[in-house]
Protein backbone atom coordinates (compact mmCIF):
# COMPACT_ATOMS: atom_id res chain seq x y z
CA UNK A 1 0.00 0.00 0.00
CA UNK A 2 1.64 3.23 -0.69
CA UNK A 3 1.28 6.55 0.73
CA UNK A 4 0.28 10.09 -0.57
CA UNK A 5 0.19 12.97 1.32
CA UNK A 6 -0.18 10.86 4.48
CA UNK A 7 -3.44 8.93 2.56
CA UNK A 8 -3.40 5.49 2.20
CA UNK A 9 -3.81 4.22 -1.17
CA UNK A 10 -6.03 0.86 -1.81
CA UNK A 11 -3.91 -1.18 -4.71
CA UNK A 12 -5.82 -1.14 -8.33
CA UNK A 13 -4.45 -4.89 -8.78
CA UNK A 14 -2.97 -6.80 -5.96
CA UNK A 15 -1.87 -10.55 -6.06
CA UNK A 16 -1.19 -12.88 -2.59
CA UNK A 17 1.03 -15.44 -1.88
CA UNK A 18 0.63 -16.83 -5.61
CA UNK A 19 2.26 -20.14 -6.51
CA UNK A 20 2.42 -21.56 -9.80
CA UNK A 21 3.51 -24.89 -10.77
CA UNK A 22 4.03 -27.06 -14.38
CA UNK A 23 4.33 -30.59 -13.41
CA UNK A 24 7.15 -30.96 -11.04
CA UNK A 25 8.46 -27.27 -11.61
CA UNK A 26 8.01 -24.76 -9.36
CA UNK A 27 7.69 -21.27 -11.08
CA UNK A 28 6.27 -19.23 -8.61
CA UNK A 29 6.25 -19.79 -4.67
CA UNK A 30 4.51 -17.62 -2.76
CA UNK A 31 4.88 -14.36 -4.63
CA UNK A 32 3.00 -11.15 -3.86
CA UNK A 33 2.57 -8.22 -5.63
CA UNK A 34 0.36 -4.87 -5.97
CA UNK A 35 -0.23 -1.99 -7.88
CA UNK A 36 -2.14 1.64 -7.67
CA UNK A 37 -3.90 3.84 -10.18
CA UNK A 38 -1.16 6.19 -11.62
CA UNK A 39 1.75 4.12 -10.58
CA UNK A 40 4.28 2.72 -12.79
CA UNK A 41 5.91 -0.35 -11.62
CA UNK A 42 8.95 -1.41 -12.40
CA UNK A 43 9.52 -5.74 -12.80
CA UNK A 44 13.03 -7.04 -12.89
CA UNK A 45 14.89 -10.49 -12.66
CA UNK A 46 17.14 -12.78 -14.41
CA UNK A 47 15.64 -15.40 -16.63
CA UNK A 48 13.45 -17.60 -15.21
CA UNK A 49 12.97 -15.56 -12.53
CA UNK A 50 9.25 -15.97 -12.29
CA UNK A 51 8.41 -12.42 -14.42
CA UNK A 52 6.18 -13.38 -17.14
CA UNK A 53 4.87 -16.29 -15.70
CA UNK A 54 3.31 -13.27 -12.90
CA UNK A 55 2.18 -11.33 -15.45
CA UNK A 56 0.50 -14.45 -17.46
CA UNK A 57 -1.14 -15.07 -14.47
CA UNK A 58 -2.36 -11.27 -13.75
CA UNK A 59 -3.64 -10.78 -17.95
CA UNK A 60 -5.73 -14.05 -17.29
CA UNK A 61 -3.53 -16.19 -19.54
CA UNK A 62 -2.46 -18.96 -16.76
CA UNK A 63 -4.54 -19.47 -13.45
CA UNK A 64 -2.68 -19.24 -10.22
CA UNK A 65 -2.28 -23.07 -8.62
CA UNK A 66 -2.46 -21.41 -5.25
CA UNK A 67 -3.32 -17.78 -3.88
CA UNK A 68 -5.79 -14.80 -4.24
CA UNK A 69 -6.03 -11.88 -7.17
CA UNK A 70 -7.79 -8.98 -5.84
CA UNK A 71 -8.64 -5.95 -8.13
CA UNK A 72 -10.25 -2.68 -6.84
CA UNK A 73 -10.06 -4.24 -3.05
CA UNK A 74 -12.41 -7.05 -4.17
CA UNK A 75 -11.38 -10.86 -5.04
CA UNK A 76 -11.39 -12.03 -8.81
CA UNK A 77 -10.77 -15.12 -10.63
CA UNK A 78 -9.31 -14.84 -14.76
CA UNK A 79 -10.39 -17.96 -16.48
CA UNK A 80 -8.47 -15.98 -19.66
CA UNK A 81 -7.32 -12.78 -21.00
CA UNK A 82 -10.66 -12.12 -22.19
CA UNK A 83 -11.76 -11.90 -18.24
CA UNK A 84 -8.97 -9.91 -17.40
CA UNK A 85 -9.60 -7.53 -20.49
CA UNK A 86 -13.18 -6.93 -19.10
CA UNK A 87 -11.66 -5.66 -15.87
CA UNK A 88 -9.25 -3.09 -17.37
CA UNK A 89 -6.02 -5.22 -17.81
CA UNK A 90 -4.41 -5.25 -21.12
CA UNK A 91 -0.86 -6.81 -21.94
CA UNK A 92 0.99 -5.33 -24.25
CA UNK A 93 3.67 -7.81 -25.80
CA UNK A 94 7.15 -7.40 -26.84
CA UNK A 95 6.13 -8.54 -30.43
CA UNK A 96 3.93 -5.92 -30.93
CA UNK A 97 1.05 -8.76 -31.89
CA UNK A 98 -0.30 -5.91 -35.06
CA UNK A 99 -1.78 -6.87 -38.28
CA UNK A 100 0.54 -5.12 -40.43
CA UNK A 101 -1.38 -4.98 -43.98
CA UNK A 102 -4.62 -2.69 -41.86
CA UNK A 103 -4.02 0.73 -41.07
CA UNK A 104 -3.41 2.54 -37.86
CA UNK A 105 -7.20 3.20 -37.08
CA UNK A 106 -8.14 -0.64 -37.84
CA UNK A 107 -5.27 -2.07 -35.51
CA UNK A 108 -6.42 -0.08 -32.61
CA UNK A 109 -10.27 -1.39 -32.82
CA UNK A 110 -9.28 -4.43 -34.19
CA UNK A 111 -12.49 -7.06 -32.97
CA UNK A 112 -13.68 -4.60 -30.91
CA UNK A 113 -15.33 -1.70 -34.13
CA UNK A 114 -17.18 0.46 -33.55
CA UNK A 115 -20.82 0.08 -35.43
CA UNK A 116 -23.94 -1.55 -34.89
CA UNK A 117 -25.44 -4.91 -34.95
CA UNK A 118 -27.59 -5.66 -38.34
CA UNK A 119 -29.02 -9.72 -37.77
CA UNK A 120 -26.25 -10.73 -35.59
CA UNK A 121 -23.28 -9.13 -38.10
CA UNK A 122 -21.79 -5.76 -36.51
CA UNK A 123 -21.68 -3.31 -39.32
CA UNK A 124 -18.74 -0.88 -39.02
CA UNK A 125 -18.39 2.67 -38.36
CA UNK A 126 -15.65 3.49 -40.47
CA UNK A 127 -15.83 7.34 -40.07
CA UNK A 128 -16.05 6.62 -36.05
CA UNK A 129 -13.35 4.69 -36.17
CA UNK A 130 -11.41 7.16 -37.56
CA UNK A 131 -12.29 9.80 -35.82
CA UNK A 132 -11.98 7.64 -32.37
CA UNK A 133 -8.61 6.52 -33.13
CA UNK A 134 -7.36 10.23 -34.34
CA UNK A 135 -9.10 11.92 -30.64
CA UNK A 136 -7.09 8.36 -28.80
CA UNK A 137 -3.82 9.07 -30.60
CA UNK A 138 -3.86 13.17 -29.62
CA UNK A 139 -4.93 12.20 -25.80
CA UNK A 140 -1.78 10.14 -25.58
CA UNK A 141 0.42 12.48 -27.67
CA UNK A 142 0.90 10.08 -29.92
CA UNK A 143 1.72 11.51 -33.56
CA UNK A 144 1.61 9.47 -36.93
CA UNK A 145 1.28 11.10 -40.09
CA UNK A 146 -2.44 9.14 -41.21
CA UNK A 147 -4.39 7.20 -38.83
CA UNK A 148 -4.47 5.65 -42.29
CA UNK A 149 -0.98 4.66 -42.63
CA UNK A 150 -0.39 0.64 -42.78
CA UNK A 151 1.28 -0.63 -39.35
CA UNK A 152 3.95 -2.37 -41.87
CA UNK A 153 5.77 0.99 -42.87
CA UNK A 154 5.77 2.13 -39.20
CA UNK A 155 9.35 2.52 -37.29
CA UNK A 156 9.41 0.12 -34.51
CA UNK A 157 8.53 3.15 -32.10
CA UNK A 158 5.70 4.11 -33.99
CA UNK A 159 4.12 0.30 -33.76
CA UNK A 160 4.81 0.24 -30.05
CA UNK A 161 2.75 3.21 -29.51
CA UNK A 162 0.06 1.90 -32.12
CA UNK A 163 0.59 -1.22 -29.84
CA UNK A 164 -0.07 0.62 -26.66
CA UNK A 165 -3.00 2.75 -27.97
CA UNK A 166 -4.88 -0.24 -28.81
CA UNK A 167 -4.10 -1.75 -25.51
CA UNK A 168 -5.52 1.92 -23.91
CA UNK A 169 -8.38 2.55 -26.32
CA UNK A 170 -11.13 0.67 -24.02
CA UNK A 171 -10.92 2.26 -20.79
CA UNK A 172 -7.70 0.27 -19.72
CA UNK A 173 -6.92 0.17 -16.48
CA UNK A 174 -3.71 -1.71 -15.82
CA UNK A 175 -1.12 -2.18 -18.96
CA UNK A 176 1.29 -4.58 -18.65
CA UNK A 177 4.15 -4.74 -20.74
CA UNK A 178 7.07 -6.75 -21.74
CA UNK A 179 10.35 -5.34 -22.92
CA UNK A 180 8.62 -2.01 -24.04
CA UNK A 181 11.95 -1.16 -25.57
CA UNK A 182 13.69 -3.72 -26.56
CA UNK A 183 12.99 -3.73 -30.24
CA UNK A 184 13.81 -0.31 -31.08
CA UNK A 185 15.99 2.35 -32.05
CA UNK A 186 17.32 4.76 -29.25
CA UNK A 187 16.14 7.62 -30.37
CA UNK A 188 12.72 5.95 -30.41
CA UNK A 189 12.97 4.58 -27.04
CA UNK A 190 12.17 8.10 -25.30
CA UNK A 191 9.02 8.63 -26.75
CA UNK A 192 7.92 5.00 -25.73
CA UNK A 193 9.00 6.12 -22.53
CA UNK A 194 7.26 9.43 -22.18
CA UNK A 195 4.13 7.84 -23.82
CA UNK A 196 4.25 5.54 -20.56
CA UNK A 197 4.31 8.97 -18.40
CA UNK A 198 1.48 10.12 -20.47
CA UNK A 199 -0.36 6.81 -19.28
CA UNK A 200 0.21 7.70 -15.63
CA UNK A 201 -1.51 11.11 -16.03
CA UNK A 202 -4.10 9.66 -16.93
CA UNK A 203 -4.60 7.11 -13.69
CA UNK A 204 -3.90 3.82 -15.91
CA UNK A 205 -1.22 1.63 -13.63
CA UNK A 206 1.97 0.87 -15.84
CA UNK A 207 3.54 -3.00 -15.18
CA UNK A 208 7.05 -2.83 -17.12
CA UNK A 209 9.40 -5.90 -17.46
CA UNK A 210 12.56 -5.21 -18.22
CA UNK A 211 15.89 -5.86 -18.15
CA UNK A 212 17.05 -2.36 -18.88
CA UNK A 213 18.02 0.30 -15.78
CA UNK A 214 17.77 2.69 -18.32
CA UNK A 215 14.08 2.74 -18.87
CA UNK A 216 12.84 1.73 -14.95
CA UNK A 217 14.71 4.80 -14.27
CA UNK A 218 13.01 6.99 -16.16
CA UNK A 219 9.37 6.07 -16.36
CA UNK A 220 9.00 3.83 -13.04
CA UNK A 221 8.08 5.38 -9.59
CA UNK A 222 8.76 1.72 -7.70
CA UNK A 223 10.67 -1.75 -8.81
CA UNK A 224 10.10 -4.91 -7.48
CA UNK A 225 12.82 -7.86 -8.13
CA UNK A 226 12.01 -11.83 -8.50
CA UNK A 227 14.51 -14.06 -7.61
CA UNK A 228 14.12 -17.81 -8.53
CA UNK A 229 10.47 -17.53 -8.37
CA UNK A 230 9.76 -15.54 -5.13
CA UNK A 231 10.12 -11.71 -3.86
CA UNK A 232 13.73 -10.67 -3.28
CA UNK A 233 13.50 -7.22 -2.70
CA UNK A 234 11.78 -3.85 -4.03
CA UNK A 235 11.64 -0.19 -3.35
CA UNK A 236 10.45 3.13 -4.87
CA UNK A 237 12.86 4.76 -7.13
CA UNK A 238 14.39 7.23 -4.90
CA UNK A 239 15.39 4.88 -2.19
CA UNK A 240 17.64 3.05 -4.08
CA UNK A 241 19.97 2.83 -7.18
CA UNK A 242 20.79 0.65 -10.14
CA UNK A 243 23.87 -1.17 -8.98
CA UNK A 244 21.68 -2.04 -5.89
CA UNK A 245 18.81 -3.47 -8.28
CA UNK A 246 20.99 -5.10 -10.55
CA UNK A 247 22.44 -7.00 -7.21
CA UNK A 248 18.72 -8.15 -6.85
CA UNK A 249 18.29 -9.61 -10.35
CA UNK A 250 21.74 -11.46 -9.38
CA UNK A 251 20.18 -12.69 -6.36
CA UNK A 252 22.24 -10.39 -3.59
CA UNK A 253 22.03 -7.70 -1.11
CA UNK A 254 23.37 -4.65 -0.49
CA UNK A 255 25.21 -4.66 -3.74
CA UNK A 256 27.06 -1.03 -4.25
CA UNK A 257 30.21 -1.60 -6.72
CA UNK A 258 30.13 -0.15 -10.31
CA UNK A 259 29.68 -3.14 -12.85
CA UNK A 260 30.50 -2.96 -16.16
CA UNK A 261 27.30 -3.68 -18.05
CA UNK A 262 26.07 -0.80 -15.42
CA UNK A 263 28.09 1.41 -17.57
CA UNK A 264 26.38 0.75 -21.13
CA UNK A 265 23.13 2.89 -22.55
Avoid at 38 to 61: C, F, P, Q, R, Y
Avoid at 65 to 88: C, I, T, W
Avoid at 210 to 233: E, K, P, W
Amino acid sequence: MSEVTGQAIEPLLEARDIKKYFGAITALNGVSFHVSAGEALGVVGDNGAGKSTLMKILSGLYKPSEGSLFFQGQPVRFDSPRDARQMGIEMVYQDFALAGNMPIYENIYLGREPGRKFAGITIIDREQARQMAKDHLDKLKIHVKSIDQTVEGLSGGQRQAVAIARATAFDAKVVIMDEPTAALAIKEVGKVLDLIKTLKEHGVAVIIISHRMDDIFYACDRVMALYQGTNFAEAPLDKTHRNEVIGWIMGTKGHTEALAHDKVH
